[in-house]
C-alpha cells in the first residue's frame, strides 16, 4: 500500500478518519439539539462523502449548482436544497426533471425567480420547495425585510410548482439570527406556516444552540476543516482532513523556497479576517510563511525555520480554504494514518452552472 | 448557429478573429526584430492555439508542468520549453519519455535539479536543452550572480543528458536585461556559449527591442488579454479576446446585484498594481464594479450605474487574469462575431504535475 510520501506532487489529500471523526462530531452536536443537518457538498464535491453524511443521519444535502446537485442524484442522493436563484429557461427545465427523479428544494429572493420557476414547473406538473433567502448582514443575496420576506412567502405559497416551505439565511450569527427571527414572524402573521429555518456556516456551527430559531444547518467546510477555520478557532490543526502535499523545487536564497504548488494548486484565497497572513500553512515547518503564489510557484518565506527545507523535500500544506482549494483538484488521495486507500474523482468539480 | 446570447451561463468565451489578430501581431513584431517567438500555453491551455502560434511562426511553445507538456505533445506539438524545475524520480522518468518524441527544453536554477535530470536522462540515451533560470528582481526562483549562473552553466555544460543553452529569466524589464547580461558575460568568459537568451511576459512583449539581449520571447497573456493588461495600458478592450458570461441572479437592493460567476468562474486574482480594483470589468455597464466574489456569486456594486441591469440580464466580464480563469473552466465557447462556432475542452486545464 502506498504511502502519502509516495505520491507524485503537488497532490490533494484528504484523511479518511478525520473526516470521519468531522462528521460524526456534528452530527451528533445536532442530534442533541434537535436541528437537521443538511451539509453542504461544496467543500468535498464528492458523492461517496455525501452519502457517509446521509447515513450518518443528515436529512439531506446542500449543493450551490444544479449541476451539483445532477452529479449527486446521480450518485443515489435523493433530498437535495439548492439554496441559490435558478435563472433561466434551460436551468429551470433542468430542474424540473431533477424534481422528478428525487426531492429537490430551493432558496431564491425575487419574485421573478418565483414566477419563472412556477410557470415551468406548474406545467410540468412537479412541486418544489421554496425557502425564501432573506439576507441578515453578509450584504450578498436575500430580501431585506420582514416585509419583504413575508410578501414574496405569500407569492410563493400561490403559485403552482412551489410550496413555500421556509427561511434561509446565511451565515449564521446572533444579529443574523434576531433579524431571521423578524422575518420569521411577519410570515407567521400572515398567517403562512415557517416549516424550515435554515442557517449556515462552519464558523458558528457548533453555537447554534445559543441563537435559538434556526431549524436546520447547511454547513460544509466542518467536513475538511482548513486554515481559516483553525485561525478562528472553531477547528484543530488534527481536525484538518485536507491537504495539498508539495514539493520544494528551488532554493535560491538561504530564506526564500519555492514549492510547486501555486494558486493552480492551492487557489489564491485570502483570510485577512482570521488574522492570518499567506495562501497556507506548511506543517513539517510552523515558522514558514507562503508569502505569494504563482500559478505553479507558492513562494515560501523561510527565514524563521532552524532547519530549511531542502529541494526535493516534501511538506504538507494546509489551504487557506477548503472548497476553493478542492475545487482546483481533478481528484484526491485518501487516506488513513498516512496509508494511501484510494483515489477519488471529484466529481463534482468545476460544475458552475 | 447559436450567439452567445444563447449560451448557459456562466460560461468562458474565446474570439477566434481577436486571437488571430493577437497571434499575428506579436509574430509580426518579433519577425520585424529578429527574436524568436515561444508561446506560453498556459494562458489557452488549448491544443489547437498553440498549433495556430506555430503556424504563424513561433519556434515552439512553452509549457509549465510536465503534464501540460505531455498534453501538447499528444495533439503533435514537437518543440516544448519547460522552464519550471523538474523534480522527482518519477518526473523525470516521465521527462526521457517524453524527450524521445518531441524535442524538449527545460529550465531550473540548481545543480540538484541539473544531477537528477542527468542521471535519468543520460541513463536513459536522451539529451535535453538545459537554459539556467536567473534571478533579475522577481524574487521566485533563479541563481542570484553572475558567478552562480556560470558554475551551473559549467555543470550542466559537463553532464551527460543535459546541454547547456542559455539562460532565461522572468519578466523581461530594462533592469532584469542588464542583470541577465552580466549573467551572460559571465558565462561567456568561462568559454560557454549561450545560444539562448529567453525572456519573458506580456507587458513588457513589445519593448523587447529596447532592451536589447533576449533571443527568445516567452509570453502567454497576449493571445487572450485580461483586465491587468488593459488596465497596464498594453492591450486594448478591443484586443480582449477571453471574456465570462454571466446572469444577474439577485438585485437585493437598489445599489447591488448579483451575478451567477464567482471566484469559480472568474479566479479570485486581484490585479492592485494596475490601480484597479475589484474583480473584473463588465463590458456592458462600465460603472459598475465587481466588489467581492464568492464561489459561485459576483457581487456587484451598481450604485453608479445610470441603469441597473436587471435579474435575468446576462452580462460580459472581462476577467482580471486570463490564465487562472482559464484553469477554472473545462471547455471554452468560441465564437466569431458572436457566433458560436465551437465548444473545446481546454485540454491541459489542472495538469498540476
New interface residues.
Given amino acids: 500500500m502506498p504511502r502519502l510520501e509516495d505520491l507524485?506532487?503537488?497532490?490533494a489529500t484528504v484523511d479518511l478518519d478525520a473526516v470521519e471523526r468531522n462528521i460524526a462530531r456534528l452530527q451528533r452536536y445536532c442530534d442533541e439539539h434537535g436541528f437537521a443537518l443538511r451539509p453542504h457538498i461544496?467543500t468535498h464535491k464528492l458523492p461517496v462523502l455525501a452519502h457517509k453524511q446521509v447515513d450518518a443521519g443528515a436529512v439531506g444535502i446542500c449543493c450551490?449548482?444544479l449541476g451539483e446537485a445532477e452529479v449527486m442524484a446521480a450518485a443515489g442522493l435523493t433530498d437535495i436544497l439548492i439554496p441559490?436563484?435558478i435563472?433561466?429557461q434551460?436551468?429551470v427545465e433542468r430542474l424540473a426533471e431533477l424534481a422528478r427523479t428525487v426531492r429537490v428544494s430551493v432558496g431564491?429572493?425575487?419574485d421573478?425567480?418565483a414566477k419563472?420557476l412556477s410557470a415551468t414547473l406548474g406545467r410540468a406538473g412537479v412541486t418544489v420547495d421554496f425557502l425564501v433567502?432573506c439576507?441578515t448582514g453578509f450584504?450578498?443575496?436575500?430580501?431585506?425585510t420582514p416585509r419583504e420576506a413575508a410578501e414574496l412567502a405569500r407569492l410563493v405559497d400561490s403559485l403552482p410548482g412551489l410550496r413555500f416551505a421556509g427561511l434561509m439565511t446565511y451565515p449564521t450569527t446572533a444579529d443574523a439570527v434576531a433579524r431571521l427571527r423578524e422575518m420569521r414572524e411577519e410570515c407567521e402573521r400572515t398567517g403562512l406556516e415557517v416549516g424550515v429555518v435554515s442557517g449556515g456556516g462552519t464558523p458558528t456551527a457548533f453555537r447554534t444552540h445559543e441563537f435559538g430559531e434556526v431549524t436546520e444547518l447547511r454547513v460544509g467546510t466542518y467536513v475538511y476543516g482548513d486554515r481559516a477555520c483553525v485561525g478562528l478557532g472553531v477547528m484543530t490543526l488534527e481536525d484538518c482532513a485536507l491537504h495539498v502535499r508539495a514539493?520544494?523545487?528551488?532554493?535560491?536564497?538561504r530564506d526564500?523556497a519555492?514549492i510547486?504548488?501555486g494558486?493552480?494548486?492551492l487557489?489564491?484565497?485570502a483570510v485577512p479576517w482570521t488574522g492570518e497572513a499567506g495562501y497556507g500553512f506548511i506543517r513539517e515547518f510552523p515558522e514558514a510563511a507562503i508569502s505569494a503564489l504563482?500559478?505553479?510557484?507558492g513562494?515560501v518565506d523561510i527565514s524563521a525555520c532552524r532547519r530549511p527545507p531542502?529541494?526535493?523535500e516534501t511538506v504538507t500544506v494546509l489551504p487557506n480554504h477548503a472548497?476553493?482549494c478542492v475545487?482546483?483538484?481533478?481528484e484526491v488521495a485518501v487516506h488513513r494514518g498516512g496509508d494511501v486507500v484510494g483515489a477519488w474523482p471529484v466529481a463534482a468539480r468545476?460544475r458552475?452552472?
Fill in positions: 507524485d506532487t503537488p497532490v461544496k450551490q449548482k441559490y436563484p435563472v433561466g434551460s436551468k431564491a429572493d425575487s421573478t425567480v419563472a433567502d439576507e450584504a450578498r443575496t436575500g430580501v431585506q514539493t520544494v523545487i528551488s532554493r535560491p536564497t526564500r519555492i510547486d504548488a494558486s493552480k494548486a487557489a489564491s484565497d504563482s500559478e505553479e510557484h513562494h531542502e529541494i526535493g472548497c476553493a475545487n482546483m483538484h481533478d468545476g458552475i452552472r
